[in-house]
């Protein structure tokens, strides 16, 4: 349902991206800002939060198969990869996976203390 706008969105920033025009770049961001602000405020953040919500269902079947020790070790390497492109909107709501803090924290059982998991390099 939501191809159209993708594709309107994606041609936008293409003649964003490709033309310095400033006549040309109004013109397309006049057209174009309801798939442009549909796709980066609605859809995305729709669609990220139903990718979270699978992460946290994968983990737990992960739990479930009995790979929690194995799971906190992964996530534990994958704590110090960051990616600097993204701001504080991408980070927090477009984000297609939970913090890996978050998913660590789903991860433990009541009661337990649990180590820092170590980082290998």
Do not use: K
């Amino acid at each position: 349902m939501a191809l159209p706008l993708y594709v309107a969105h994606r041609a936008a920033t293409l003649v964003l991206q490709v033309f310095d025009n400033s006549i040309v770049r109004f013109l397309a961001i006049s057209v174009a800002w309801p798939a442009l602000t549909s796709v980066r405020y609605f859809i995305v953040p729709l669609q990220s939060a139903s990718a979270r919500r699978a992460e946290y269902r994968a983990d737990q079947g992960a739990v479930l198969a009995g790979h929690r020790d194995g799971l906190r070790l992964v996530l534990g390497r994958l704590r110090r990869s960051v990616d600097g492109s993204r701001n504080g909107w991408d980070e927090a709501i477009c984000a297609s996976h939970p913090p890996t803090e978050l998913r660590l924290e789903a991860l433990e059982r009541e009661g337990v203390d649990y180590p820092l998991v170590p980082v290998r390099r």
